[in-house]
């Protein structure tokens, strides 16, 4: 009988809350399947609208908008990315002001508190006092357009979920998603302070040693010249024994863009090819559009919640740009008197440290308050301890918006014009590609560098350091391609100057082996089109690991080792690697797996816990470990034996694994799943469909397990309807919408995508209608 009576009770207890989950999914999802926005028909009544605009949607759901002014031009634009994206741009506000834990809770309290040791909010507020009256005309019309999105369509189904709302867009807040970028982007002072314990741990040798700026073996650098000498590595006091985790390469936010001018190409036309390597997610960050008003005209990818078109082309100029990985801050070790004081030592004398109170707001919690010091450098990053580091940037010093360049380059006539508009481009420093209908190329670096001896490799001393100014490194000196009909231009985030040229500009670049591999590809053909930039748009080629890959079976043969059966499986699947990060390639996933064990290995080595798990973060320990393999230094290995150093690494690498399970095909091994937002709370069927591992790190078909290409476009520059651009899933970001994964099955097969440019493709490709009107 009691356990009968307990029965009854779990039962009542369980049963209303499986109904209320039951009616709670049903409702939820009634909410997904008619939270669509409307596509057609007209919409009247309003405000902020000067005359009647349409946007044709073509049979992706881009928008193709065509109003009477630029002003109603981005109102529409604004409607149209309200009406896809609200949620998404809404989610990005807040994730940058360090107000997630409004709508989520507890549980984003700690990233809140990150992300307000930089005030956006203020920064933004100072960018847009700047700004003239057009452009903040422009972007209050931007404003309008969302919000009237926002009260007009269907509320998105993550609002439903966790039962909250859209709070109305301000004209600042396009600014704040910009700001967004320039945090993801620049050389952030995390980085800075990692190398800053890297040098303290390897001394005077650490730059040397440790950061190479490039991969002598590989080095293509971007402007015309031999590659700049590099210093070979120093020989070091031995190798210990120590092991850490293996470590994957970093994630790097970089990009590839390749242009020919038209002296080089099948078609007589110059060619633009760009691919920006971003974070995966569902929705993506890039929203493409096209925009047609007077004296505008101008199609691409725009950053979801940013008005006008970022990287894509006009009517005369294409554009490209890949991330510049050059220096950005300046950081400094400050001395406090006392742990969570505010006072601090500076030259003989003892300052108090201002402070801004921030209160974070908490969803079903008590709200929290936070100090945020500033010394006479900067913004300090830690509250505690009496050894705090203090930032100096550009972007909180003079606080600019982008929007002034983007506009301009929007409008650009020429080469000429788009290399005027990037001058006044304030950062995070990008490489520009550029075409025009000249068919000509160019090419040059624009945005804030700190001119800075310590180039963001070390911090300084904040006691003996006066406060100074950050000055920049001349825009005209800055490396560049200048326009031809017969250049052929090549970044993809590597060292881009060549012999001669006098900056460091960074601590370090990207790795050269994309370069390296769309160059030899490049090299070998005698003329280009359209389609051979899409191959490399899908090449999966890593020369740096199919080096390895050789030095490694040369390495088990040399010590014999080749005999063990336990390593069988691994040396044949090395063997047959061609360097292809293919889906169904074997040795793709033994050389990556070797490859992270070694070079943790390596780095530990030779670095204390702290200073090799900061390298290992933050530092080119692919570029490092292959140099040491090639040129062999005192030192570095145990014993001055490469080989048996490698060798080991096989053994360790099939122990952690399995010896089977090592050489698992790569696609299985190494797939990723975009996911959604919320999917981290519970939503994870709104995530994209699952994506077999491809690319790799140092391939020009970038895959990592969170960043990847986020768009790929070729533009055939004039023939604007033959070129195309992709994204990986959808341009819609309302799961029940027809739009928010219909891309995702093309995106593995690399195919491009015409994106309707002129009157008459636009009108052929038309699938819905929508008319706004005040």
Do not use: C
């Amino acid at each position: 009988m009691v356990a009968r009576r307990i029965a009854v009770m779990v039962v009542g207890v369980i049963a209303p809350l499986i109904v209320v989950v039951a009616l709670y999914g049903i409702w939820l999802g009634f909410a997904t399947w008619n939270g669509v926005a409307t596509n057609s028909g007209t919409i009247a009544g309003l405000t902020g609208l000067q005359a009647p605009a349409v946007i044709v949607r073509d049979d992706r759901g881009i928008p193709h908008v065509r109003a009477r002014s630029i002003h109603d031009a981005l109102f529409a634009e604004g409607y149209a990315v309200g009406s896809d994206r609200l949620f998404q741009i809404d989610l990005t506000r807040r994730y940058v002001l360090g107000r997630l834990s409004e709508m989520l809770g507890n549980s984003t309290i700690a990233l809140d508190e990150h992300e307000r040791i930089i005030d956006v909010r203020a920064m933004s507020e100072a960018a847009y006092a700047r700004l003239g009256p057009e452009q903040r005309d422009l972007l209050q019309a931007f404003a309008d357009g969302i919000n009237a999105a926002a009260t007009r369509e269907p509320t998105p189904p993550e609002y439903r979920a966790l039962f909250f709302s859209f709070e109305p867009w301000r004209p600042q807040d396009a600014l704040v998603i910009g700001f967004a970028t320039v945090l993801d982007l620049a050389d952030g002072y995390p980085d800075v302070i990692a190398r800053d314990i890297v040098s303290r741990a390897a001394g005077a040798q650490a730059v040397a040693a440790w950061y190479s700026l490039s991969d002598p073996a590989w080095d293509v650098p971007t402007t015309t010249g031999s590659p700049a000498p590099l210093p070979s590595l120093p020989p070091l006091a031995g190798a210990r024994t120590a092991q850490i985790a293996p470590h994957d390469a970093p994630p790097e936010l970089g990009s590839n863009a390749v242009a020919a001018g038209a002296a080089l190409t099948a078609s007589g036309r110059a060619l633009l090819a760009s691919d920006p390597h971003l974070r995966r997610t569902i929705p993506g960050i890039w929203y493409l559009v096209d925009l047609e008003a007077p004296g505008l005209h101008v199609a691409g990818a725009t950053l979801a919640g940013v008005p006008g078109v970022i990287l894509g082309h006009n009517d005369r100029v294409a554009w490209g740009a890949t991330n510049g990985y050059t220096a950005a801050a300046r950081v400094y070790t400050e001395r406090f008197t006392a742990t969570g004081a505010d006072t601090y030592a500076a030259g003989g004398r003892t300052l108090t440290a201002p402070a801004r109170v921030e209160t974070i707001r908490v969803r079903f919690g008590g709200d929290q308050t936070r100090r945020y010091l500033t010394t006479r450098h900067g913004f300090v990053v830690e509250n505690g301890g009496l050894v705090r580091h203090a930032v100096q940037w550009d972007p909180i010093e003079r606080p600019r918006s982008p929007l002034d360049a983007f506009l301009a380059l929007d409008r650009a006539d020429s080469i000429a014009g788009a290399l005027r508009a990037l001058a006044a481009y304030p950062g995070p420093t990008q490489n520009f590609v550029l075409a025009d209908v000249s068919g000509r190329v160019a090419y040059t670096l624009a945005g804030f560098i700190p001119d800075d001896p310590a180039w963001g490799l070390h911090a300084l001393d904040g006691t003996a350091s006066p406060a100074v100014p950050l000055h920049a490194v001349p825009y005209a000196e800055l490396p560049r391609v200048d326009a031809s009909r017969t250049a052929l231009i090549v970044s993809a985030n590597n060292l881009p100057y060549a012999a001669g040229y006098p900056q460091r500009l960074a601590p370090t670049f990207a790795p050269p082996y994309r370069a390296a591999e769309i160059t030899r590809r490049l090299r070998a053909q005698r003329s280009y089109t359209v389609a051979t930039f899409r191959g490399i748009q899908a090449d999966t080629t890593s020369v740096a690991d199919a080096e390895l890959a050789r030095a490694v079976v040369a390495a088990l043969h040399r010590t014999h080792a080749d005999r063990e059966p336990d390593l069988g499986p691994a040396l044949a699947a090395l063997g047959a690697f061609d360097g292809r990060f293919d889906p169904d390639s074997r040795g793709a996933t033994v050389v990556q797996r070797v490859r992270g064990v070694a070079i943790a290995d390596l780095v530990a080595s030779h670095l204390p816990r702290p200073a090799a798990n900061a390298y290992l973060e933050d530092g080119p320990a692919f570029v490092t470990l292959m140099r040491a393999l090639r040129q062999r230094p005192h030192g570095w290995f145990p014993h001055d034996d490469p080989d048996a150093f490698l060798t080991a690494e096989v053994r360790a690498a099939v122990k952690r694994y399995g010896k089977d399970a090592i050489s698992t095909p790569y696609g299985d091994a190494y797939a990723v799943v975009p996911v959604h937002p919320l999917s981290g709370f519970g939503f994870g069927f709104w995530n994209a469909p699952r994506l077999a591992g491809s690319g790799g790190s140092y391939a020009p078909a970038v895959q990592g397990p969170v960043l990847g290409q986020s768009f790929r476009a070729v533009w055939d520059v004039g023939r604007w309807d033959a070129g195309g651009i992709d994204i990986p899933a959808g341009e819609s970001g309302e799961p029940a919408s027809p739009h928010y994964l219909d891309l995702a099955a093309r995106w593995p097969a690399h195919v491009l995508t015409p994106l309707p440019f002129s009157g008459d493709a636009v009108a052929a490709a038309a699938r819905a209608t929508l008319t706004l009107s005040p």
